[in-house]
């Protein structure tokens, strides 16, 4: 079984501390979250890239498909993205915290906060934070840590 480099689809330093409006943007703005994207839009039409890889185990499914993926640059990802008018904006911040418990899951030693303005304001934006569990020892402390980081 071949896995992916989970390095080429995992970058969350310039969404820490800011907010963040919509989905679209979120991962656009990074080709590392472009790639995992692309990899997620498995009812965008004419997406090549659709579930090229299992994002709970990182098990390559379309070798092909992840190969081109993993060497495409941030324009190159762009202008696809562009040329075909693909649009995913909805639900926002459930899709971004999909992809903050993707990174949880495959980067045990970190653990995202966030507070969202849009349900009951006009801000509409996620605000995120960063929280390092590397004082815990055990699985089971970072994920109660990490629960109650939800809980709060």
């Not at 896995?3 to 969404?15: A, E, F, G, R, S």
């Not at 081109?68 to 040329?83: G, Q, R, T, W």
């Not at 459930?94 to 009951?120: C, I, Q, R």
Request: charged letters at 35%; proline letters at 1%; one cysteine or more.
């Amino acid at each position: 079984m071949d896995i992916i480099n989970k390095d080429l689809v995992i970058h969350y330093d310039d969404i820490v501390d800011n907010e963040n409006y919509n989905n679209q943007d979120f991962y656009v703005s990074n080709v590392k979250r472009l790639r995992y994207k692309l990899n997620d839009l498995d009812w965008i039409k004419n997406n090549k890239f659709a579930n090229c890889f299992d994002p709970k185990t990182l098990e390559i499914k379309n070798v092909d498909a992840w190969l081109e993926l993993s060497k495409a640059s941030h324009e190159e990802l762009k202008k696809l993205v562009n040329d075909n008018d693909w649009d995913w904006l909805g639900d926002d911040f459930d899709d971004m915290e999909n992809y903050l418990s993707f990174v949880e899951t495959h980067k045990p030693e970190v653990a995202f906060s966030h507070k969202t303005g849009g349900w009951k304001s006009d801000d509409e934006y996620m605000e995120i934070w960063l929280h390092d569990t590397t004082q815990f020892k055990t699985d089971a402390e970072r994920e109660a840590y990490r629960q109650g980081l939800k809980d709060a």
